[in-house]
């Protein structure tokens, strides 16, 4: 007995030593195997160890107590390849998320299936794509489905309504079509209901929604959703939160809402609703946020909506309001966010508003608003943004808020808001903007700004502020932009002002500003724009600013400034240029010697035109010097003599092939040609082109390059005189705006000639032809996929700059692959910007309104019902580009049938495969870096603008597609947003 005994125990040790004896079990091995699918970069898995018996110690994996795994979690693990079927091999496994990882390719109903103790499945923010699973409600047992935030397509399918026990639902942000299946309304059981954006056809709310009286969630938001808000889901009485955000409902909102009894949060913003607010949401005695804005909501703010005991932010603004701010509203003592902006709100503020509240954000800008700004609008410590813009405020501004240390924003320009601003103020340390122009406010600037270390916009131009800027303005090192023209600062620049480094723009004109410009302002890299004119500046121009990097924006008029103008000003690219009306001397440095600069240095007494020596106006100044006057005066003789033969010559040049009615030139760019050079050589055989506006030809100059000649038809029919002359005139503001514009992927516009029956665009001449033509022609295989990569590139950081760098923003309304153009080495660049607008503009005077703006296959969907273009069109747009870029298909060919690229790129990814959209002529070996492109392509032509990428974001998510940023995140993870809790 003991000897057995013995045997036992030592063969229990010998098993505890090596344990490698011993199997994984069964569960362990269908885990190993779905690991084995999938790419796991960042080695989380590491620990699942094929030498361990069981798996329940392996990171992500669960066992219930006896031995079987129930759950497997792998969130945000960088986790890539298709759904790891392998799992629905684990007899008890309920739970699984792959939450946040690149789990792609479809979701096959046969790998679901044996799954079927599942209760809850998570595989929200992935790339999944093709259909719906229509196999899901056929898991016994599920309770939570999480898709959000992949690719899927398709419809919700039918079998979607015979859910068992289904709880949550979560379909948002994916590609579904179709209408949301008001067979929903059977899933009794749902607590959840998540379908917001995604492009489903529009249709109304289905009422059978309201038969959901379990829903706690309903989130709605971006569904094209019609018609009105269904007065029954004042039946879902447990609903917290309701989301119907961003679609196209109208009505009113229905009384009944104030039977949502447990609501917390009400999303209505962006839609179409009218009518009154209703009255009784004072019953709502759970709710904390309400958001209505964005709509057409009319008639007074009802007072008891502030009696809602547990109110907290209240959003109503963008809609027509009217009335007073009830006077309620103070004693909402929950209400930290307080937003009313753009209504016709008028009246005077509750007096103790702020007294009794948390306010935290509080924008009640442009209303008619009027009276002083209560007291105790800070009162609670806490205020950090503070909107008042366009009202009409006055009075003085309250004490207290010198004290009110959490400020950020502060914007109450455009007021009557006067006295001095509060000790203490101009020094809060967190405020960022402080905008106080445009109101009558005395007194000066303090020192004590010099503790405002986050102030980066100081706006206080058009008061009366007086005194010197203070030399404390030197330590505000985030100062970006300091705007202080129009009022009447006396005294010198401080020096310090030098030292600002990250200064972008300081405008001071129209001050009694005295002593000299500064010298040292070398650390001025980010200056683009600088206005101080109309002071009493002295001295000389300092050479230093033509070492500015970026500067384009240059006003010095109205001064006292004398000397020569510095040659080094010739570095700078300058979109504005103004030394008039100074005392200025010598000659212009010869860059600026032509027409776009014939306004910049009139008034200058001494100032010579170089190299005809042409002297300008200068009666005013001259007096003292008539001998030198006597000179001018046979020098403009001689030189209108000159003048004459050249324009004698000039003419009989041109007379060749145009009456000898009179070409006006305007220059853009130092030009190395003759405007008749152009004119003579307007030939049939020199046409390149031909568009909707007009032909375009090449014509090369006798220095051999070459210019692209862009001739636009006649525009407006004969016998109106007076409109002809606005027509021209608007026509030669759009076209100035745009030879202002300087860029690495814009077609660059030399300079514009008109005549009374055409104008010419003369551009840069882009040897590759266009895109269009190149990649729908026969020498589509010159572009393999690194030079399309580039192209797209180069395109979007084009557009990048008409949207976010030009003031105003310019929307292009007619990108296409025919406006981006190749030059020598394939890089492209934006053409034909703006002119489309011109062109139009004009011809709406007289054909009436059915111009279109935009090309067939490119204009957005949104288009057909807004007629609207905004920079969102623009994106739509280019995404067509990106897709023929990866297809090589043109955006509408007979082949797709009723479907239109974009559809057919869905449905061909969706039926047959990725593989079958990429354009067959490129490399698969790039398929990685195509694919996330074309995602980027299928983001910016989502048919609702709002999901469509900003040109900036589109530029990053281009730039994270190439090889050599592999790894890092999707940019659709960070974009988030999909929660109005994130908002
Ligand atoms: C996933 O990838 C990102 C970007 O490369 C990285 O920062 C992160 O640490 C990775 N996560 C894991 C768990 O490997
Ligand atoms: C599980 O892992 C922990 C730490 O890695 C270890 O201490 C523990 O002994 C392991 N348990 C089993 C049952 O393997």
Redesign the pocket.
């Known amino acids: 007995m003991p000897t057995f005994l013995l045997i036992a125990a030592a063969t229990l040790l010998f098993l505890h030593r090596w344990p490698i004896a011993l199997a994984l079990n069964q569960e362990g091995l269908h885990l190993l195997q779905a690991k084995r699918g999938l790419v796991d ?2 080695d ?1 898995l590491a620990d699942w160890d094929p030498r361990d018996t069981t798996p329940c110690n392996w990171t992500g994996v669960h066992c219930s107590p006896t031995g079987g795994v129930i759950a497997v979690r792998l969130t ?3 986790l890539t390849g298709p759904f790891p079927a392998d799992l629905c091999r684990l007899p008890t496994l309920s739970f699984i998320s792959l939450s946040f990882n690149y789990i792609n390719s479809s979701l096959s109903s046969s790998s679901l299936l044996p799954c079927s103790s599942l209760t809850h499945l998570d595989l929200s923010q992935n790339l999944l794509s093709g259909e719906l699973p229509s196999v899901l409600p056929s898991l016994p047992l599920l309770r939570h489905l999480d898709l959000a935030a992949n690719n899927f397509s398709g419809p919700i399918p039918s079998s979607f309504t015979v859910f068992p026990f289904l709880e949550v639902l979560s379909l948002t942000a994916n590609f579904l079509n179709g209408t949301i299946p008001p067979s929903l309304g059977n899933i009794s059981s749902l607590r959840q209901l998540n379908l917001s954006y995604n492009p489903f056809a529009s249709g109304p709310i289905p009422s059978s929604l309201s038969n959901l009286t379990n829903l706690e969630i309903l989130w709605l938001a971006g569904c094209s959703l019609t018609g009105e808000i269904p007065p029954s889901f004042s039946r879902l009485s447990k609903l917290t939160d309701l989301d119907l955000s961003s679609n196209f409902l109208t009505g009113s909102i229905p009384e009944t809402l104030s039977g949502l009894s447990s609501v917390v949060q009400i999303e209505l913003y962006n839609n179409h609703l009218t009518g009154r607010l209703p009255s009784g949401l004072s019953n709502l005695t759970f709710l904390r946020r309400m958001d209505a804005s964005m709509n057409g909501l009319s008639g007074p703010i009802p007072d008891d909506i502030f009696s809602i005991p547990n109110l907290e932010s209240l959003h109503l603004y963008q809609n027509q309001l009217t009335g007073s701010v009830p006077s309620t509203a103070a004693g909402a003592s929950n209400l930290f966010d307080l937003r009313l902006f753009v209504n016709q709100l008028s009246g005077q503020l509750p007096a103790s508003l702020g007294s009794h509240s948390p306010l935290m954000y509080l924008d009640l800008s442009s209303n008619q608003l009027s009276g002083v700004i209560p007291r105790g609008i800070c009162n609670g410590l806490v205020l950090q943004e503070f909107l008042l813009i366009d009202n009409n405020f006055s009075g003085s501004l309250p004490p207290g808020l010198a004290q009110c240390q959490s400020l950020y924003r502060v914007r109450l320009s455009n007021n009557q808001l006067s006295g001095h601003v509060p000790a203490g103020m101009w020094g809060l340390p967190h405020v960022w903007i402080l905008e106080l122009s445009n109101n009558s406010f005395t007194g000066e600037i303090t020192g004590d700004i010099a503790r405002a270390a986050n102030l980066s916009k100081l706006l206080i131009d058009m008061n009366q502020f007086s005194g010197k800027i203070p030399p404390e303005i030197g330590l505000l090192t985030e100062l970006y932009e300091l705007s202080a023209s129009n009022n009447q600062f006396t005294g010198l620049l401080p020096e310090s002002l030098g030292r600002l480094t990250v200064l972008g723009q300081l405008d001071l004109h129209s001050n009694l500003i005295s002593g000299e410009l500064l010298a040292g302002i070398q650390s001025w890299k980010k200056l683009t724009f600088l206005d101080i004119a109309d002071n009493n500046l002295t001295g000389g121009i300092p050479p230093e600013i033509g070492s500015l990097p970026v500067l384009n924006y240059l006003d010095l008029s109205k001064n006292n400034l004398n000397g020569n103008i510095p040659m080094q000003l010739q570095n700078l690219k300058l979109n504005q240029l103004n030394l008039s009306d100074n005392q200025l001397s010598g000659s212009i440095p010869p860059i600026f010697n032509n027409e776009a600069y014939k306004t910049s240095f009139l008034g200058n007494s001494g100032l010579c035109l170089d190299p005809t020596g042409l002297c300008q106006n200068s009666i005013k100044r001259s007096q003292r010097h008539i001998k030198f006057l006597w000179l001018l005066t046979a020098v403009v003789l001689l030189a209108c003599i000159a003048w004459f033969y050249c324009k004698y010559r000039k003419v009989k040049a041109a007379k060749k092939m145009q009456d000898e009615s009179k070409w006006t030139l305007t220059a853009f760019h130092k030009l190395g040609f003759a405007g008749f050079e152009i004119l003579e050589s307007l030939e049939e055989d020199n046409v390149i082109g031909r568009g909707s506006s007009g032909k375009v030809y090449r014509v090369v100059l006798g220095n051999g390059e070459s210019v692209a000649v862009k001739k636009l038809w006649r525009f407006s029919k004969k016998g109106y005189q007076n409109r002809d002359q606005v027509v021209d005139d608007a026509f030669e503001a759009e076209v100035a705006t745009l030879g202002k514009i300087r860029h690495k992927n814009i077609v660059k516009l030399w300079c514009c000639c008109s005549h009374k029956d055409c104008k010419l665009l003369v551009y840069e001449y882009m040897k590759n032809g266009s895109l269009g033509d190149v990649l729908h022609g026969s020498e589509a295989c010159l572009l393999d996929w690194p030079m399309r990569y580039k192209i797209a590139l180069n395109a979007a950081e084009g557009l990048c700059y008409l949207h976010h760098d030009c003031i105003p923003p310019i929307v292009h309304r007619d990108i296409k692959s025919n406006n981006i153009l190749l030059d020598a080495e394939f890089g492209a660049k934006v053409a034909d910007f703006g002119v489309a607008k011109a062109v139009e503009e004009v011809e709406m005077g007289q054909r009436s309104m059915s111009v279109i703006a935009g090309s067939c296959g490119y204009i957005a969907p949104e288009y057909a019902y807004t007629l609207r273009v905004n920079e969102k069109s623009d994106i739509y747009s280019f995404g067509i580009v990106i897709l023929e870029l990866v297809t090589g298909k043109l955006p509408v060919d007979p082949e797709f049938g009723e479907k239109d690229l974009v559809k057919w790129v869905c449905s061909t990814i969706q039926h047959k495969g990725e593989d079958h959209v990429i354009d067959s002529k490129l490399d698969l070996f790039y398929k990685e870096e195509i694919m996330k492109v074309l995602h980027t392509g299928l983001l910016c032509t989502s048919s609702l603008p709002i999901n469509r990428p900003s040109m900036r974001k589109v530029v990053k998510m281009l730039l994270e597609s190439s090889g050599e940023s592999k ?3 999707s940019p659709r993870h960070e974009e988030g947003n999909l929660s109005p809790y994130y908002k």
């Open positions: 970069p960042g989380s945000n693990l960088n790894g890092k995140s």
